[in-house]
Structures are given as C-alpha cells and as structure tokens.
C-alpha cells in the first residue's frame, strides 16, 4: 500500500525540498520521469539533456542509496508514454498512491498539465526561492514603481544580507555598480581559474551515449562533459567559485574576452537551477568570503542571487500566462540562422555563438549584450530569442528565461523587467571586449563599407522608437546624440539597416 508518491521533476533535485516534508520511507515512494515531450518541446542542446539526464540519474541513485523506493521511468524504455502526463498516468495507475506530491515546477505549461490532470495531486510550493509568491505579491501591490533596485532593497532588508545593525547596508551603499564596469584593456584578464570540472562517471557516460543515439542532430557535442552533476559536485564548484574567481568577479562583471566563456563569473546557474544547490547557501559562501573579496565582488554576487533571481522568478509568476505573448515593440524577425552556427563575420556574435555551442554557456554580459542586443536592434519576436535560450543553454528554465530574455533583453514587457531596453552600439562592444579589434567591422561607423551592423542597428532602434523612448529620462542622452545627426544621415542608416534585415531574414530558419 503507497501513502504518498513524491514526484520529483528533473529541476528539483533537492531532498530537502517540501515535497519530502513528512516523508516515510516505508509508506512513500519517489517518481521520476524522463520524457521525450521535454527534450523535444523545443530542441535542446545535447549538453544540457545530457546534464538534466545525468543529475535526475544521480539524484536517483542518491535516494536509493538512502534506502528510499524510487520509481524511475527511463527515455528509452519501451513502456514510457513519453510525456509527463502519459507516464504520471501510467505510475499512478500501477502504484495507486492515496496521493501524489509534487513541488511547483519551474515551468507554467508544466504546472498547467498537472492541474489539469485527473489525478489526486497536491502541489506544494517551493521554498528553494527566497521571496514566497505571496511576499512578491504584497511588494508588488504596495510599490508604485515596484523595479529591482527597489526589490533588491527590500530583500537585502527582509533577508539581514550585507546589513548592519542600524539597517543601513554594508559600506554604506545598496550597490558597487560603478567599481564593476572595469574591462581587460590592451593586456587583456589577468590569470582566470577555470571552474572546476567533473570527469564523467558511469552513470554520466551511459547518459552521453543516450543523448548521442537518441538527439544526434541536436545541437552542441559531448565530448568534454566536465559539468557538476551531483550535489556533492555542486558544492564543490561552490566553493571552488567563491575561492578563486569571486575576488574578480565584481570588478570584471561586465568584461567579455576571446576564448573565455566563463572569465571570473560563478558558473552556478546550472546547479542552482536545478536544485542541486540553494540560493542560501551561494550567499552564506559569498558572504563568509574565503579570499577576502572586495566588497563589489560579494554585493555584486549577492545581487544576482537575492535581487535579479528572485525578481525575476516573482515576475514570471505574477504574470504568466500573459506574459509569454508580450511584444511591446512589435518585433517580428525570426532569429537569424548563424544564431545556430556562429557563421557570422561579426566577431562578437561568433565568438558569443561559439561559446554557447561549445559550452551550452555564454556568461551575462554575452547574453545580455551581444547575443540579446543584436536580436532586440534587429527586432526579432521575443518569444523566439526565450526559446533559443531554453535551446541552448544547460542552465534556462522557463521561468528564468521568459523574463530574462523576452523582458530584460528584449524589452518585451513594455518596462516590467527594466524601465528602459539594454541598447547599446558596437562602441560598447569595443570598450568591453577584444573582439572589435579583429573584426573586419568598425563599431565607430554607423554607415559606408565596414559599418558595425551593431551601430548601425542602434541608430534605426532608436529612430524607429523614437515615440516611445525619446521623453524616458533614462534615454536623454542617446535621444540627443540621435538629434545631432543630420536627416540625410539617418535616411542612410534606416536603409543599410533595412538591407542587413532583409538579408538575415532571408538567411534566417525557424
Ligand atoms: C529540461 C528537461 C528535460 C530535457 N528533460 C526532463 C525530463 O525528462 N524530466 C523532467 O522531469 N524534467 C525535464 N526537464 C525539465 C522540464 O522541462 C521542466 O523545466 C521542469 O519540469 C519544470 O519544473
Ligand atoms: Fe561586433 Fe561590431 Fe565589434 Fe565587429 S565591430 S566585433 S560586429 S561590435
């Protein structure tokens, strides 16, 4: 007879979590499901299957090492329907659990398909985040301008993170944004320690063979499969980041460099959205500070884990499912073809591109400023630049990525995410990087043969949006440098700007 059957999604692979809270091993049992339906909904990069696979298999083995039952349903067994609905169907209707238990997934259409289900489910929320649906629903109702920066406050408060006794935070500012901008300059980075890596196991090898034979053609390879699969693991790459990477990372946060996918960034994304570490447990290691990190680097770390996630998860909710559909500049370009590839002769994009096939990784500032800003100046649908993400990277969950890309990269949400677009011309680029050097494009020049599309992008966004973004104070400055360019110059530019999307439309795929 099976009291309770906990249902564990391949994001929530925490023991800890409130789907175990009464857990009885001799009473309950554990399910786990891999289904075709999730590695297909959208293609994906055969470096992220392969690490959900291998860390559902290791959270698996795990529990029964804790003498816990689990019921496992395997891609490539025969008997698997091959959907979260088919196989929840299927455990239920062989076990007959009084109940099933499940956690929130990360995910509304999943969370939909359970809801919907004819199955007695009770779904428990998941206390892995920081700001309970509820807190971010009273912030959000009693803020009239409730945007990060004020969210950010109102956790570091509500959290005692970097603030002292009189309420005030640590050092005497809220953020160190100023301190974070450096780039490498003409020497370019100093030593970079590489995140750890895991040689695979067994249990990680059989996967890669698994995803080789089922998603040949999917993109990315598998040779080099060094990432952390196991909580153990997890927290080994925790600690390793907040030693020997976290005294940089603020300083160079911003930074972007040939060859380097990672630089001085924590690479914990993974992991942490998997479940297999907490958001706790990254602040307390940043916050202990091991190396003695300036205090740029821990406020700037423990932004990221208290402020953007945590706003960024309570967006998703508070708004989805309408929040998907949002288009509030109209974009309507499909993403250009060499998003898959990196066959572009923009070096910075191939170079962004590169990483992300090799690694199913690019870091923030790639993401947000060379992958992002070139769909958001070209105006390519948002909804598509989230569904590259979830293709590409090893570390998107639905929640993450809908605000991530359709509202903070693409400025989809009309102001939710950011209260103006992430737009910048190449110039940025060529401060930030060593990639315009070697590009056969010049970020200064907007028109004439060797233009920056980039540049050139940048001055059609801000004309063609001009009605929209020219009375935002954020904007004032562009807005005037736009006003300085004679009409002849724009008419130029809005025609080189219209050929470029002429042409990687017609190129472009999907
Ligand atoms: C991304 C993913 C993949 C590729 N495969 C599975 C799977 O086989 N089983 C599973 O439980 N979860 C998988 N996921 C994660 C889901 O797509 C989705 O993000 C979560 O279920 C949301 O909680
Ligand atoms: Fe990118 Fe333009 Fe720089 Fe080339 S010149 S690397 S396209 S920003």
Known sequence: MLRHLIVVLGDQLDDESAAFDGFDAKQDAILQMEVREEATYIPQHKLRLAFFFSAMRHFRAMQESKHRRVFYS??????????????????AGALL???????????????????????????REDRHFLCPHATFAAFYGEHRHPVLGTFYRFMRRRLGVLIESDNTPTGGAWNYDPQNRASFGRQGPPPIPSPKRFAPD?????????????????PGRLDGFTLPVTRDQALASLA????????????YQDAMHTGEPVLFHSHLSGPLNLHLLRPREVVEAAT???????????????????????????????????YADANALGAELPVPRFYWTGETDMLCLAEAIRHTIDHAYAHHIERLMVLGLFCLLLGV??????????????????WVSLPNALGMSQHADGGIM????????????????????????????????????????????????????????????PYQHLARKKPGEIAAIRRRA?????????????
């Open 97 to 123: 659990p009084q109940r099933l238990i499940v956690l929130e997934p990360g995910d509304w259409r999943v969370r939909q398909l359970l809801v919907k289900l004819n199955l007695p489910i009770e779904i």
């Open 418 to 477: 950011g209260t103006k677009p992430y737009v910048a011309s190449g110039n940025y680029i060529n401060r930030m990087s060593d990639y315009c050097r070697r590009c056969r494009y010049n970020p200064r020049n907007a028109t004439g043969h060797d233009a920056c599309p980039f540049t050139t992008l940048y001055w059609d966004f801000l004309a063609r949006h001009e009605p929209r973004f020219a009375k935002n104070r954020r904007m004032t400055y």
């Open 202 to 218: 067994s249990t990680t090898i059989e996967v890669v063979h698994l995803v080789e034979r089922l998603f040949p053609g999917n």
């Open 74 to 91: 395997r891609i490539d067994d025969p008997a698997n329907r091959g959907s979260f609905a088919g196989e929840l169907s299927r455990w």
């Open 381 to 398: 649908r948002p909804y598509d630049v989230h569904r590259w993400h979830i293709s590409m990277f090893w570390d998107a969950i639905d």
């Open 288 to 322: 202990a500070n091991p190396s003695g990190a300036p205090l740029n680097s821990v406020e700037g770390l423990v932004r990221q884990i208290i402020g953007w996630r945590e706003f960024v998860r309570g967006v998703y909710w508070h708004f989805m499912p309408d």
């Open 498 to 510: 219209d050929r470029l999307k002429e042409r990687l439309t017609a190129e472009a795929f999907l």
């Open 240 to 251: 390793d980041f907040v030693t020997h990477r976290l005294y940089n990372f603020g300083k």
